[in-house]
């Protein structure tokens, strides 16, 4: 008798390229996208591998399903509390601060497409992306303090950037789902839109950041980053260095040529 072979599970992660633009979507819907340790594998492998590949000018992270993620798995966190060789401090160390610094750092733009609820880690994930363009029933919450942790995933770091200090103790302290409008106010995302555009409105914003110029883009990310904890001297000094590389290259050059041509530029990434 044949054997009907078992159904694959999903990939936990659907990545998808396309004109400059690397799509990353979180495929666990039925559990809201939380971070079982596949996902977290899978999202950090492929991080990796867009930051490094010279045909990917723009990154779009978003979640299928109604959720962009709720952050950990619970169910395998309960799993883990079992074992004394794992803690939240092995994930975190392992996965999330690596995913974190591969958002906040690699050489290209990343954009954020905000489909639901940004909660815990998602919504830290979220904060580490330039861009966060959100669909209208979309929320935000910390989540955290909710269940007796303090924040991870850059929350500390991000967030006080975004709203000042005393409205991030709030949001950390006190956990609520901040609506996609109140976000906006706050300066939480850079748009809000219907559900039935967000992926007309991302499409549109990420191929606009790909056909930029990308290592200027990437410059600026690593110059804001860099000048949140120097010195202005040494923010300065780190200025002159980025200008310096992209005074050098191809895209300058053609930027230039164009305006003096009172031309649109084409620009190589480079």
């Given at each position: 008798?044949?054997?009907?072979?078992?159904?694959?599970?999903?990939?936990?992660?659907?990545?998808?390229?396309?004109?400059?633009?690397?799509?990353?979507?979180?495929?666990?819907?039925?559990?809201?996208?939380?971070?079982?340790d596949a996902l977290k594998d899978a999202l950090l492998a492929a991080l990796r591998d867009v930051?490094?590949?010279?045909?990917?000018?723009?990154?779009?992270?978003?979640?299928?399903?109604?959720?962009?993620?709720?952050?950990?798995?619970?169910?395998?966190?309960?799993?883990?509390?079992?074992?004394?060789?794992?803690?939240?401090?092995?994930?975190?160390?392992?996965?999330?601060?690596?995913?974190?610094?591969?958002?906040?750092?690699?050489?290209?733009?990343?954009?954020?497409?905000?489909?639901?609820?940004?909660?815990?880690?998602?919504?830290?994930?979220?904060?580490?992306?330039?861009?966060?363009?959100?669909?209208?029933?979309?929320?935000?919450?910390?989540?955290?303090?909710?269940?007796?942790?303090?924040?991870?995933?850059?929350?500390?770091?991000?967030?006080?950037?975004?709203?000042?200090?005393?409205?991030?103790?709030?949001?950390?302290?006190?956990?609520?789902?901040?609506?996609?409008?109140?976000?906006?106010?706050?300066?939480?995302?850079?748009?809000?839109?219907?559900?039935?555009?967000?992926?007309?409105?991302?499409?549109?914003?990420?191929?606009?950041?790909?056909?930029?110029?990308?290592?200027?883009?990437?410059?600026?990310?690593?110059?804001?980053?860099?000048?949140?904890?120097?010195?202005?001297?040494?923010?300065?000094?780190?200025?002159?260095?980025?200008?310096?590389?992209?005074?050098?290259?191809?895209?300058?050059?053609?930027?230039?040529?164009?305006?003096?041509?009172?031309?649109?530029?084409?620009?190589?990434?480079?």
């Open positions: 008798m044949t054997q009907t072979p078992e159904p694959t599970a999903p990939a936990p992660l659907i990545v998808e390229v396309s004109d400059g633009v690397a799509w990353l979507r979180l495929n666990r819907p039925e559990a809201m996208n939380s971070l079982d930051a490094e590949d010279p045909a990917v000018r723009c990154v779009v992270l978003t979640g299928t399903g109604r959720a962009f993620c709720v952050g950990q798995d619970l169910k395998e966190h309960v799993r883990n509390l079992g074992d004394p060789t794992s803690t939240l401090a092995t994930t975190v160390t392992d996965h999330y601060n690596p995913i974190v610094l591969a958002l906040s750092t690699m050489n290209k733009p990343v954009v954020a497409a905000l489909n639901g609820v940004a909660a815990g880690a998602g919504m830290s994930f979220a904060l580490a992306c330039d861009f966060r363009v959100a669909a209208e029933e979309a929320g935000l919450n910390t989540s955290f303090a909710g269940i007796a942790l303090s924040c991870d995933s850059g929350a500390s770091w991000t967030l006080p950037r975004l709203v000042g200090p005393a409205r991030a103790k709030e949001l950390l302290m006190m956990p609520r789902t901040v609506s996609a409008r109140e976000a906006l106010a706050m300066g939480l995302v850079t748009r809000v839109v219907a559900a039935d555009e967000l992926e007309a409105a991302v499409t549109e914003l990420a191929h606009t950041l790909a056909e930029g110029p990308t290592l200027a883009y990437g410059s600026i990310r690593r110059a804001v980053a860099y000048s949140a904890s120097a010195h202005l001297a040494d923010a300065l000094a780190n200025e002159a260095q980025l200008m310096a590389l992209t005074g050098a290259s191809s895209d300058h050059r053609a930027a230039v040529d164009a305006f003096l041509a009172k031309e649109k530029p084409t620009y190589t990434g480079s």
